[in-house]
């Protein structure tokens, strides 16, 4: 499992590092003028700034299982939705499924954002650091969104 886990990181910084996904890989990096989505520049900044904090967490053997379970789950559902759509799946079976996803990740969220205030957070207001609260606000405002 730990040699899975390391894989599975070194493939993300690869990909990070040539700035392509997957799915651009499989598909030669081919977008029309359907796909191109219109953000605003405000939207745009948010989402440059994702994932910029240098700042880790160390999380128990339990945590971390406990997400990445959710996350293999998520992924299954997500390459369930994509075999229906191969398979010209009726729209509103998709659209069920699409929901079933959403909720799944709005419940990742739940339980990552309450660790998160439970230890990072309160952590950093016993430590005297009150940017950390202006950030938790940051934070709810994207996940509000």
């Known amino acids: 499992m730990e040699n ?15 700035g392509t996904t997957e799915s651009e890989e499989n598909m030669g990096n081919t977008k029309s003028a359907e796909d191109t989505e219109i953000v605003s520049s ?3 900044e948010d989402m440059s700034t ?5 700042k880790t967490k160390e999380r128990t053997g339990k945590e971390y299982k406990d997400m990445i379970n959710r996350l293999n789950r998520i992924e299954g559902q997500i390459r369930g939705i994509k075999g229906m759509v191969e398979k010209d799946a009726y729209c509103t079976d998709i659209l069920v499924q699409v929901a079933a996803v959403n909720a ?18 309160a952590q950093d207001i016993k430590d005297g650091k009150e940017e950390t609260v202006d950030e938790l606000i ?3 405002k994207k996940l509000m969104k």
């Open 42 to 44: 405000d939207e745009a």
């Open 138 to 140: 940051q934070t709810l």
């Open 104 to 121: 799944a990740l709005n419940s990742f969220n739940r339980v990552l954002l309450s660790n998160h205030i439970k230890t990072c957070v």
């Open 4 to 18: 899975e886990k390391l894989e599975s990181l070194e493939n993300a910084e690869s990909k990070k590092s040539t």
């Open 50 to 54: 994702q994932g910029d904090t240098q």
